[in-house]
């Protein structure tokens, strides 16, 4: 069963797309005239010259809307696409689950004619940066040390790209892992955690000590206080990358 089968059943109403990343991946999708989105869930940044859509999971292929792009249930190791099928192929936060990330690059190498981009995160820089998994759930990441794919390794597979930030708004739409660094309430919510695969994967006994500090912190105004300084921002860099390689 594709994990996401498990993971994704309330994907849809936590994870919008937000408009400030799509305009980012869309620019760096350029002129492609046909996209293949690999990973691509319930179709979220997807462009509107998207021709194929590829996902494993069914609970996420159920998700989609009837504009989404036409999907099928595959994975970015075996693509059911002969080479050089589309000028680009699109990956968003997906790289990270895929069980053999040599063969899924060297699946979307061959079949982009002109250019692959992925959005990804740098863990390093996410663990230094993010306040909650440095403050309160430490243990949590250790999950994603292990399974985080590492910047330099993926730019290697690619055979090099070029490496952008990507800056997440404070009110950003799509709730991945850190879109609530300025509205630390909603890691209290289980269905906003239900939509962050590093929350839900290392499960709720984990999460809990950490949790119940950051509640009692908001309740006291001490998380307030220590982190006055992100209150004044609009968007910040916790780490998350986007590559693009011309090919
Ligand atoms: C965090 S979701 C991202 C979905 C979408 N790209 C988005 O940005 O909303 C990760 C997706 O990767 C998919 N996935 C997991 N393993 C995969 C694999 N081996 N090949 C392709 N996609 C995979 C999951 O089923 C899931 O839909």
């Known amino acids: 069963m594709a994990i996401y089968d498990t993971l994704g059943a309330t994907y849809g109403r936590t994870r919008q797309p937000d408009p400030r990343i799509a305009a980012q991946i869309h620019a760096a999708l350029g002129d492609a005239a046909d996209v293949v989105n690999v990973g691509a869930g319930t179709g979220s940044y997807e462009p509107p010259g998207t021709v194929l859509a590829i996902e494993?999971?069914?609970?996420?292929?159920?998700?989609?809307?009837?504009?989404?792009?036409?999907?099928?249930?595959?994975?970015?190791?075996?693509?059911?696409?002969?080479?050089?099928a589309a000028d680009a192929v699109l990956a968003v936060l997906t790289v990270h689950h895929w069980t053999d990330l040599e063969?899924?690059?060297?699946?979307?190498?061959?079949?982009?004619?002109?250019?692959?981009?992925?959005?990804?995160w740098d863990q390093p820089v996410f663990r230094e940066r993010f306040w909650l998994v440095r403050e309160y759930l430490p243990h949590t990441v250790a999950l994603d040390d292990v399974r985080?794919?590492?910047?330099?390794?993926?730019?290697?597979?690619?055979?090099?790209?070029?490496?952008?930030?990507?800056?997440?708004?404070?009110?950003?739409?799509?709730?991945?892992?850190?879109?609530?660094?300025?509205?630390?309430?909603?890691?209290?919510?289980?269905?906003?955690?239900?939509?962050?695969?590093?929350?839900?994967?290392?499960g709720e006994d984990v999460l809990a000590p950490g949790l119940a500090r950051l509640d009692e912190d908001l309740a006291t105004g001490r998380w307030h206080s220590r982190h006055a300084d992100l209150?004044?921002?609009?968007?910040?860099?916790?780490?998350?990358?986007?590559?693009?390689?011309?090919?």
């Open 231 to 247: 209150l004044t921002l609009d968007s910040v860099d916790v780490g998350y990358r986007l590559l693009v390689t011309d090919l």
């Open 148 to 202: 985080a794919v590492p910047i330099d390794r993926l730019v290697a597979l690619l055979g090099g790209a070029r490496r952008e930030q990507v800056l997440v708004p404070h009110d950003c739409t799509d709730g991945f892992g850190a879109a609530y660094w300025r509205r630390p309430h909603a890691y209290l919510d289980p269905q906003v955690r239900a939509g962050i695969s590093m929350f839900a994967q290392a």
């Open 103 to 120: 063969a899924g690059i060297a699946e979307l190498r061959r079949v982009a004619r002109r250019r692959i981009v992925i959005l990804t």
């Open 56 to 84: 494993p999971s069914h609970v996420m292929l159920a998700q989609r809307t009837p504009r989404s792009a036409p999907a099928v249930c595959a994975v970015a190791e075996r693509l059911p696409l002969h080479d050089d």
